[in-house]
């Protein structure tokens, strides 16, 4: 978690915009096999991976998101890359890859990405019956640029024992991934389905827009809304002014963040409203 947000502290102290502080972020969490995304992602009910990633401008909602991917080793710089290098917004499965090596995105040989812990995670939720689990770790990034620019990047392995071919929040523009210069930028984490149905990142934002709520404000009531309807996750989100917001609804939630002054600071389970 230090080494994701010393990645972006780097880019942003240089001057840096903030879409480039979300993505190498993203990037080092991607390389982390702890995290369940990249390198950790969880395997599906077929023993396969499928990643999904998202990448968002607040200048001017230029989106970028790729969904069932195998191969590349940064899912988040394929999303940048569709954001960048196409005319669409969201990319898939073989046509998403094909599009990764037009684009000389880096891939990773199979077994790069399979780890013991993974395997033995999706053996304990096949012998319970078929058990679907939220794998731990999916993994975002959130910032503000000297300039005032927002952005956000969000990236995946989804759930253990999922079903071949499901898509969750990450990749999706506006439920588990936003950024608006106007408003806020927000990464999302958790059940998936319940951030997609909520709309819960544009929510956030729409509360700032439309109901002159504050970041906190909107951020914890868009998750206590969630663990009304059964949803069970958290987010990190920095609005217009800087402000912050980390809210969960789960017993903990890997979180930090750096300000300008350079010092980095990390939290689990403590502080479950944190913001400032």
């Known amino acids: 978690m230090r080494r994701a947000l010393a990645a972006g502290r780097v880019i942003l102290a240089a001057g840096g915009s903030a879409l480039d502080a979300v993505t190498q972020a993203v990037v080092a969490l991607e390389d982390d096999p702890l995290f369940n995304a990249g390198r950790g992602s969880v395997f599906t009910a077929a023993a396969t991976q499928e990643m999904d990633a998202s990448v968002m401008d607040g200048r001017d909602h230029r989106a970028g998101a790729v969904a069932g991917l195998f191969g ?13 290098h196409s005319h669409h917004v969201l990319l898939i499965g073989e046509g998403a890859l094909a599009f990764c090596r037009e684009q000389h995105v880096p891939f990773a040989e199979p077994g790069y990405f399979s780890t013991e812990e993974r395997r033995r995670e999706l053996q304990d939720a096949l012998a319970e019956r078929g058990r679907i689990a939220a794998g731990e770790g999916t993994v975002g990034a959130v910032a ?40 806020c930028a927000v990464s999302a ?63 903990g939630m890997y979180r930090g963040y750096v300000r300008a002054d350079a010092a980095i600071h990390t939290a689990i389970w403590d502080e479950p409203y944190l913001s400032g």
């Open 72 to 84: 590349p080793r940064n899912p988040v710089l394929a999303a940048r890359a569709v954001m960048e």
């Open 144 to 183: 503000r640029d000297g300039a005032g620019n927002l952005a956000a990047a969000t990236s995946t392995g989804g759930m253990t024992g999922k079903s071949p071919g499901r898509v969750g929040d990450s990749p999706i523009i506006g439920a588990g991934t936003y950024a608006d210069n106007m408003t």
């Open 189 to 251: 984490t958790g059940h998936g389905e319940f951030f997609i149905r909520y709309g819960a990142a544009f929510e956030i934002a729409a509360r700032l827009r439309h109901a002159g709520q504050s970041l906190p404000q909107a951020a914890h009531a868009v998750i206590e809304a969630l663990a009304i309807f059964g949803g069970r996750g958290g987010l990190v989100a920095v609005d217009r002014t800087g402000a912050l917001a980390l809210p969960f609804n789960t017993a």
